[in-house]
């Protein structure tokens, strides 16, 4: 993932082609549904049948329009893979946190298979 601050995100969503920052059609509709304000859950990590994080997906622009959103109510983070890749669970979570400090629709974030250093930065951004 690329380190870019909000602004970056700010100035380039309404023109940010979905296909260039994401791993497949399903991710890229999740995302057509957070930038629309039409999505109420969301489960982050490897699900097939949610936002499975793979290579491309842009982990920036998925909390860019997380924290951005208006509709999202439910919020789960699975971090499943870690062992894979030690410093994917560390750019997720790190992504997410400033999202979910963002974001004020969310009402219920749950939070699964991470460390204990990846759920104390997740629970931070929840004060």
Known sequence: MNQ???SYYEAHAADVELDEI???EY???ILHRLRDHDLKSIYVGERI???AIREGDDLGWLAYFIGRSESLRELT???LYKDEDEGREH???HALSGAIARNRSIQDVSVLNLSNDGFATIAR???
Do not use: A, H, P
Request: aromatic share 10%; charged share 40%; hydrophobic share 25%.
């Open 4 to 6: 870019r601050d909000y």
């Open 22 to 24: 994401t791993s497949d």
């Open 27 to 29: 991710n890229k509709q």
């Open 49 to 51: 049948d949610d936002f």
């Open 77 to 79: 983070i699975d971090g």
């Open 91 to 93: 750019r997720m979570v």
């Open 125 to 127: 951004s929840l004060c």
